[in-house]
């Protein structure tokens, strides 16, 4: 994203993230490593993880707690112990590479016909290991809506134990030397570092901090309140409208704390690189490419047994599960294993049908988002003006030596989450009056856009660089409740020797989508005014598109600008969403049990019965923990609200299973 020498940058990084130590620490750890059927087919597993992303890290961690407990994760990629996981500012060198699936939508009938990149984390902490570090939780009212559409235990008052229990939220007033306090020398911005602690879990192995801030960030913060947007002192607080920072998912080192990092670090689940005698036992597959989840019926009753997947010798290999499979593929992955193992809303001409379920693969949804691009002055704080090839050493040394610096930024800074009618009332009174307003919000509490700052170039992914050596920011603004949604399925024929998977977003198919867009590019272009009167941004300009191509009294221009400009942004939800067995569409229940098949549970975004106003890793990993901790194990004393669950889930020993073999 940032325009760097990435590949300057990214080798020199190595050493500055500690990388040979992690490394070192991984090479001792007996239990990752690609799959070894000598040793391997010997073990049994109580759970088999169908992917080692944010929410199978998560499961492993919690589920392993029981020291009776064993563990398997198959997980396609491999360590995210790497330099451009690892440091903030590299986010954008993870993407369209080998840790990336790669995945792309298909053509997009209501953008152009536009093929819209997908960008998906291929390795230990999935997705978590290469996004953008943004700890939002989203409004209350979004979780209070699952459990009003037929999903019992997922009000927002029910999460909010989980979303505390996974976070080590790091007091920003602590000195350094404290021991929850800071391990650099940050430059400290006090007014932004406001929170509310009654809503922030301290204890948490997630770490969540306060790092780095352009002064261009702060331009933003002030030219948002200059146009009415309230400061809000925590986002993740009793309110998530308003503008402020963004809290990260980067640890006191200034590392990204992924997933993989924060609950399998082997400092967790190793001690004198063995695994440690008081929790279960996790062992790690890489390499390993999911096929098909195994399917039996006993008694009349089908029963997930195990999964196939292929090795990295290209041998299929299968493996049993004593109590149950859980799919955590993520919301491409997890509908393409369902459908390649039959199950789904029809019969797929090359795959034995197993299930009938006909909403695997629907509602998918997701957030997408409009840039627009601003020249500001050359003495700008910006990530373009730390750039330069010459001031590269500078900024590796300030972040080997000091933890601090342009290095430690996750690029999207601040943002601010706005409702229409608080900035666009005329649109919501001639919308409502033409009898075409929708509001999909979960109340007038959750916002309906979202504006990010980002101090670089960014259009299309990142793939396309500033076109001088001037100085650029980006507002990028998210429509969060869509009216569209589209579907995930499979390819009826094998290509290249698998089933591909097939992205339709369906992004624009509701043109109030399109509508609603064009008055988030009249409100970017209003805070990007205020800006340029800021003395540390102007003057500014708009480069692109440029009022002058596209005037915002052109409506017919900005709608066409909008569907050939804009891109997904990554939060893909609902795919296998949980709803009430009346629920036609509805894959898994309230404990997510995918309907009809016993032992089997899908845990990850997939589930989201809508998608929340909220970047969507925070309520990933809330979900995994719910799950974790109310599902499958034991009874927890001590303000627990879900005890009983847990005693009623598994609630007698477990009886020798009797796998057939196949």
Request: proline letters at 7%; charged letters at 20%; aromatic letters at 8%.
């Amino acid at each position: 994203m940032p325009d760097f020498n990435k590949k300057v940058v990214g080798t020199a990084v190595v050493g500055a993230v500690g990388a040979s130590y992690i490394s070192k620490k991984r090479k001792q750890d007996p239990t990752r490593g690609p799959w070894n059927a000598s040793v391997d087919n010997m073990a049994h597993y109580d759970y088999v993880i169908l992917g080692g992303g944010t929410a199978g890290c998560v499961l492993a961690n919690r589920l392993t707690e029981d020291p009776s407990i064993n563990v398997l994760i198959l997980e396609a990629g491999y360590s995210d112990d790497i330099s451009k996981s690892m440091t903030p500012l590299m986010l954008s060198s993870c993407w369209h590479k080998e840790i990336d699936w790669n995945l792309t939508s298909v053509p997009q009938v209501h953008a152009y016909g536009r093929v819209m990149r997908q960008p998906r984390g291929k390795l230990l902490g999935g997705s978590s290991s290469i996004n953008a570090m943004m700890y939002h939780r989203g409004p209350a009212s979004d979780y209070d809506e699952w459990e009003m559409l037929g999903n019992p235990g997922w009000s927002y008052k029910e999460c909010l134990y989980y979303f505390k229990k996974a976070e080590g939220f790091n007091d920003p007033n602590l000195p350094v030397g404290h021991p929850k306090g800071p391990l650099t020398n940050r430059i400290r911005k006090p007014q932004y570092e406001t929170f509310e602690p009654e809503f922030h879990g301290t204890e948490g192995p997630w770490q969540i901090t306060y790092h780095h801030l352009f002064d261009s960030t702060e331009a933003f913060i002030r030219a948002s309140v200059a146009e009415g947007v309230p400061f809000n002192k925590d986002f993740n607080g009793s309110s998530t409208l308003g503008v402020n920072r963004v809290q990260t998912f980067i640890d006191r080192h200034a590392v990204r704390s992924s997933a993989s990092r924060a609950y399998l670090g082997p400092d967790q689940l190793l001690k004198d690189a063995k695994p440690r005698q008081d929790r279960g036992h996790v062992r790690i597959v890489y390499g390993a490419k999911i096929v098909r989840v195994l399917i039996q019926k006993r008694k009349g009753v089908k029963v997930a047994i195990g999964a196939e997947f292929l090795d990295t010798n290209h041998q299929i290999q299968r493996v049993m599960a004593v109590r149950e499979v859980l799919l955590c593929a993520g919301s491409f992955g997890s509908p393409h294993i369902l459908l390649a193992s039959g199950i789904g809303p029809k019969a797929h001409p090359t795959i034995p049908h197993i299930h009938t379920l006909a909403g695997v693969g629907q509602n998918l949804q997701d957030h997408i988002g409009v840039p627009i691009t601003f020249r500001c002055n050359s003495n700008a704080h910006t990530a373009i003006a730390r750039g330069h090839w010459y001031q590269i050493p500078g900024v590796i040394y300030d972040y080997k030596v000091n933890g601090v610096g342009v290095l430690t930024s996750q690029a999207s800074e601040s943002a601010c989450f706005v409702r229409l009618e608080d900035v666009a009332p005329e649109f919501v009174a001639r919308e409502k009056a033409n009898g075409t307003w929708q509001d999909r919000s979960s109340g007038p509490r959750s916002p309906h856009f979202e504006v990010i700052f980002c101090p670089t170039y960014v259009l299309h992914h990142g793939t396309i660089p500033a076109p001088d050596g001037q100085n650029y920011f980006t507002l990028s603004g998210l429509l969060l409740n869509p009216i569209s949604s589209g579907q995930v399925t499979i390819s009826d024929v094998v290509q290249d020797g698998k089933l591909e998977t097939l992205i339709d977003p369906n992004y624009f198919s509701d043109p109030f989508d399109v509508r609603v867009m064009t008055e988030v590019m009249r409100f970017i272009r209003r805070i990007g005014a205020h800006m340029g009167r800021d003395p540390t941004c102007g003057p500014v300009v708009e480069a692109f598109p440029g009022e002058d191509k596209v005037p915002n009294e052109d409506e017919a221009a900005m709608q066409e600008y909008v569907k050939r400009e804009s891109s997904a942004f990554y939060h893909p939800t609902s795919t296998c969403h949980m709803g009430p067995a009346s629920d036609p569409l509805a894959v898994v229940d309230a404990r997510l049990n995918v309907y009809g098949i016993d032992r089997l549970r899908v845990v990850d975004a997939s589930v989201m019965p809508k998608l929340p106003a909220a970047h969507t890793c925070a309520p990933t990993i809330m979900i995994a923990e719910k799950v974790a901790c109310c599902a499958f194990m034991r009874f927890w004393a001590g303000g627990d609200p879900a005890a009983d669950m847990i005693r009623e889930d598994w609630k007698e020993p477990i009886a020798e299973v009797v796998i057939a073999k196949l």
